[in-house]
């Protein structure tokens, strides 16, 4: 089956470090994209993990290990606009689209 | 610059009635997909083409079709509206097959009363 599991909300404060998980079961996995989607906006791209290890660009880094079905996404030194909806979405080589999970609201506080 | 855009942004329509969105993108890819967002499940996909004349049903395609005339243009086609049908509808693009991100259209408000 296709499943994938993220926190429906989490909470952090300004300048903080905040982890977002994500658990997948998904058949011929190929891949893990974050999305970033501020509200009422479409989803943008964050990351992309083939591999298993941690990948960083800028305050954002995505980890991915493939024998243990999970990923987290890693946001440091947060600020207010950082403040969003982040999806998790596993990619199906062989359905050959992307699962996405529910979503995980990040609200950062002052 | 290339852009992917999506009309009507917000619609209001009655049940049974037809309602067709617009999916419109100028990076010239090869793959569209049409999804749906609701409260508590994420993004669902609905339809999807990897070409000209290529559509493909995703998990929740009932009630939903699709064409693809050119390489431009994905509409979605409400053939009967229902309230189930409430939501937010995203389309997106990418170009090629396999692993690439995909890039999502400003997205549809549409409501069934």
């Known amino acids: 089956g296709q499943n994938i599991d993220q926190p429906t909300e989490m909470t952090a404060t300004e300048g903080a470090i905040v982890q977002i998980n994500c658990t997948y079961q998904?058949?011929?996995?190929?891949?893990l994209f974050w999305y970033q989607q501020h509200a009422g906006e479409a989803p943008t791209f964050l990351s992309y993990?083939?591999?298993?290890g941690l990948e960083e660009k800028g305050r954002f880094s995505s980890f991915l290990s493939r024998s243990k079905g999970y990923s987290y996404l890693l946001l440091k030194e947060l600020q207010m606009k950082d403040s969003a909806s982040y999806l998790c979405?596993?990619?199906?080589?062989?359905?050959?689209?992307?699962?996405f999970g529910a979503g995980t609201r990040l609200a950062v506080h002052p | 610059d290339a852009e992917i855009t999506q009309s009507p942004r917000h619609k209001i329509t009655e049940t049974g009635r037809q309602v067709t969105l617009a999916c419109h993108q100028t990076?010239?890819?090869?793959?569209m997909f049409w999804y749906r967002q609701d409260l508590g499940h994420g993004l669902r996909l609905i339809h999807y083409?990897?070409?000209?004349?290529?559509?493909n049903k995703g998990e929740v395609s009932d009630g939903y079709s699709v064409s693809r005339s050119n390489t431009e243009d994905l509409p979605l086609t409400l053939e009967s509206a229902a309230s189930s049908q409430t939501s937010v509808y995203f389309c997106?693009?990418?170009?090629?097959?396999?692993?690439?991100?995909?890039?999502f259209g400003p997205g549809t408000r549409l409501t069934v009363t």
């Open positions: 997106a693009s990418s170009p090629r097959t396999g692993g690439y991100e995909q890039y």
């Open positions: 998904t058949s011929g996995f190929n891949g």
């Open positions: 993990n083939v591999l298993d």
């Open positions: 979405a596993a990619f199906s080589g062989g359905y050959n689209k992307l699962i």
């Open positions: 990076w010239n890819h090869n793959n």
């Open positions: 083409s990897y070409g000209v004349h290529d559509t």
